[in-house]
């Protein structure tokens, strides 16, 4: 070796083990060279049920797959009560309905979990990477103020085989980042933590805590890559609870506005480029779109669940009912074309996410589907990437341009009497119903006058 080719090594050893020390005092970020082409994603999987959907995930051949929440089942669900001294459902309950489970039978619930026959298979030659929503966490519905979220984080990151001496074991929550592939062709996954942070519901106030939001702002501030994928384990774009409130409300992104809006002015401030959300929690798939945020089409993939599915909690005879009511929903942001299997642009039937890159071809084209479990295509988008690019934009509610355009107007914006549909809708049923029993009642008081017991009393 000559001098200067002794010096070249020695520069780039001493950069590599700069780099390293950088990248390793940064919490949870990870770094591989190989291109990734094929991701897929999922959620909500009962670990007690059959998951035949793994064939289906498998088949897809993911490099890497991620777990956006309710991974496990780890709280307990108590029988439902309405009435008696612990009442645990309608709006007159006075005890909780799910109790947090031990920590012996969390793991216990982790090891089903992980040795599933499907799933272990898939562990053979995919990366498998992952954040939690509020069951696994511990508690459904549960923020910040549950306890057992250091023990259960322990647990979460020991069933995704996160390394003893991570970073990500001793920060406050389980939020992290990943880069895959080599300069040019990077895509970044940032997977954040909604839950050991979280105000309560109702609060307006952070979701992230203020720790993980100067994470973040460096995290997408950072070095930019292709594509950047955020994961979020409750939906980001869709706010359900505007159009079904005052009946029931979902967790979202949305019942946190000022939240929101944060997110989507440091995504817009960042001027990243080639940036969508995955999600999970709801028990059905859908992809939704929002132009009004960075000013290219950001898209919100939802894939719930591995196991549970909205569907499935009724009796077959009545899916078309839950078909139904999910196509009157107005959801003004849902991406409804023709790539859709149902009519509504939802699935309610098992199914995961699946994103794929074509790095070849010009310009660089992705691909982000919904899939059922045969692995056929539900809901779809195909963009280019260069469709994805920030442009100047800055983003502002007070922003009118383009809000009535389709994908900018928000549900809660909607007319009244359009956003209350299923409302209304329900009103009305219940109503007819209540006459209807009326009116039969009325009818037996008719038909029993000058019955037995009538004449005795005369
Ligand atoms: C999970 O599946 C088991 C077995 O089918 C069932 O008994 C249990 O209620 C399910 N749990 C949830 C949360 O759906
Ligand atoms: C989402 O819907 C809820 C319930 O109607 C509402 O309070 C909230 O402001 C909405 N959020 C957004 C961003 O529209």
Not at 240 to 267: C, N
Not at 310 to 333: C, G, I, S
Not at 376 to 391: F, H, I
């Amino acid at each position: 070796m000559d001098l200067a080719l002794k010096w070249w090594w020695l520069t780039v050893a001493v950069t590599a083990i700069g780099v390293g020390v950088v990248v390793g005092g940064v919490p949870s970020e990870t770094k591989h060279n190989t291109l990734v082409t094929r991701i897929a994603f999922g959620s909500c999987a009962n670990q007690s049920a059959p998951q035949p959907i793994w064939n289906a995930i498998i088949k897809f051949d993911p490099q890497v797959f991620i777990w956006l929440g309710d991974n496990i089942y780890g709280d307990i669900r108590l029988p439902n009560k309405l009435f008696g001294k612990e009442r645990n459902i309608g709006p007159w309950k006075n005890t909780p309905r799910f109790v947090p489970a031990t920590e012996q039978e969390m793991k216990s619930k982790y090891e089903k979990a992980k040795s599933n026959p499907g799933y272990s298979r898939l562990r053979q030659n995919t990366k498998v990477i992952g954040t939690w929503d509020d069951h696994d966490y511990g508690l459904n519905d549960a923020g910040k103020e549950f306890d057992g979220k250091v023990t259960n984080q322990r647990l979460l990151l020991d069933f995704l085989d996160e390394p003893q001496d991570s970073p990500r074991r001793k920060q406050a929550g389980v939020y992290a980042s990943y880069t895959f592939g080599p300069t040019g062709r990077q895509i970044k996954v940032i997977l954040l933590d909604t839950r050991y942070h979280r105000d309560p519901l109702r609060s307006d106030g952070s979701i992230l805590g203020s720790s993980q939001w100067k994470w973040l702002e460096k995290e997408l501030y950072g070095s930019s890559t292709a594509i950047t994928i955020i994961g979020s384990s409750v939906q980001v774009i869709s706010n359900l609870s505007a159009t079904t409130g005052p009946f029931f409300y979902m967790e979202s992104w949305g019942r946190f506005p000022k939240e929101r809006d944060q997110l989507f002015k440091l995504l817009a401030d960042s001027k990243r480029g080639g940036v969508f959300f995955i999600s999970g929690d709801v028990h059905f798939g859908e992809i939704t779109r929002y132009d009004c945020a960075t000013g290219y089409p950001l898209y919100d993939v939802t894939a719930s669940g591995i196991t549970q599915a909205v569907e499935k909690v009724v009796p077959m005879p009545l899916h078309f009912l839950v078909r139904f009511l999910a196509w009157l929903t107005p959801a003004t942001l849902r991406v409804m074309d023709g790539n859709c299997r149902r009519k509504s642009c939802t699935y309610g039937m098992p199914n995961f996410g699946a994103v794929e890159i074509d790095w070849d071809a010009t310009p660089v084209t992705l691909k982000i589907q919904v899939r059922d479990t045969d692995g056929n295509p539900v809901a779809g988008v195909t963009a280019p990437l260069s469709e994805l690019q920030a442009r100047n934009f800055s983003y502002s509610t007070s922003n009118k341009v383009g809000k009535r355009q389709r994908h900018c107007l928000l549900e809660v914006d909607q007319p009244w009497i359009v956003r209350y549909r299923l409302a209304i809708l329900a009103s009305g049923a219940l109503a007819i119903l209540v006459l209807t029993m009326l009116g039969m009642i009325w009818l037996a008081t008719l038909c029993c006058r000058g019955c037995p017991l009538k004449k005795k009393r005369d």
